[in-house]
Structure formats: C-alpha cells, structure tokens
Nanobody, 125 residues
Framework: VQLQAFGGGSVQAGGSLRLSCAAPGLTFSRYHVGWFRQAPGKEREFVAAIKGDGRTYFADFVQGRFTISRDNSENTVYLQMNDLKPGDTAVYYC????????????????????WGQGTEVTVSS
C-alpha cells in the first residue's frame, strides 16, 4: 500500500493549507484514515481521523480550525487547516487502517497499518 501525503508548505500565522492523503489502488472506503504530525524533537501526535463511515475525530488543540473529509471516488482524504499557528509547524503524516479490523483507537499511532511519507508544514509568525 502506497500512501501519498502532499499539500504542505510555508504560510504565515492565520493562513490556511489543505493537505491531501491519496491511496491509489486502495479500496479507500474500507479504511479509516488518520492525520498525525511530528514536530522536531517531539513524538508523533494525533491531529484528526475519519472513519470509513464518515465519522470524524479531532485533537483538542484543533479547536475547530481544521476539518477532515474524504472523497472515496478519488481515494483521497483531505485535511483543511485554517487559522494556522506557529505551533502547527510539523511534518504531517497520514495513516490508514483496514476498517474490518476491530479495536480501532483513532488517536493511537499503532492503530494504523500503513503510513505516507509526510508533508512539511511551516507556519511563521
């Protein structure tokens, strides 16, 4: 399984970015998808997730600034990030988990079967 995460870049505080997680060839609708981020010197942390049925989950620090959505026909999940802050600077990764597996704990790094290569987000003040 190859995941492609892209859409990162450099923006000023208050700006927006839309990240994409694409999985060509995967029956995407069967998978849960999570976005995580990792800042230098820190552990990878949960940002948002969307289940195969469309239910969404967010980390507390998102505070309504981000939305996650999926287009199964395009095998792509989007993370729309608005009102970005310098603290959002990190490499963002997407992971997928087969929705048929039981015991899905969306904020856990270990819950995901495959990961993309990451896309870098830099927010300047």
């Amino acid at each position: 399984v190859q995941l492609q995460a892209f859409g990162g870049g450099s923006v000023q505080a208050g700006g927006s970015l839309r990240l994409s997680c694409a999985a060509p060839g995967l029956t995407f609708s069967r998978y849960h998808v999570g976005w995580f981020r990792q800042a230098p010197g820190k552990e990878r942390e949960f940002v948002a997730a969307i289940k195969g049925d469309g239910r969404t989950y967010f980390a507390d620090f998102v505070q309504g600034r981000f939305t996650i959505s999926r287009d199964n026909s395009e095998n792509t999940v989007y993370l729309q990030m608005n009102d970005l802050k310098p603290g959002d600077t990190a490499v963002y990764y997407c992971g997928v988990r087969n929705g048929l597996r039981v015991g899905y704990s969306y904020p856990a790094v270990g819950a995901y079967d495959y990961w993309g290569q990451g896309t870098e987000v830099t927010v300047s003040s």
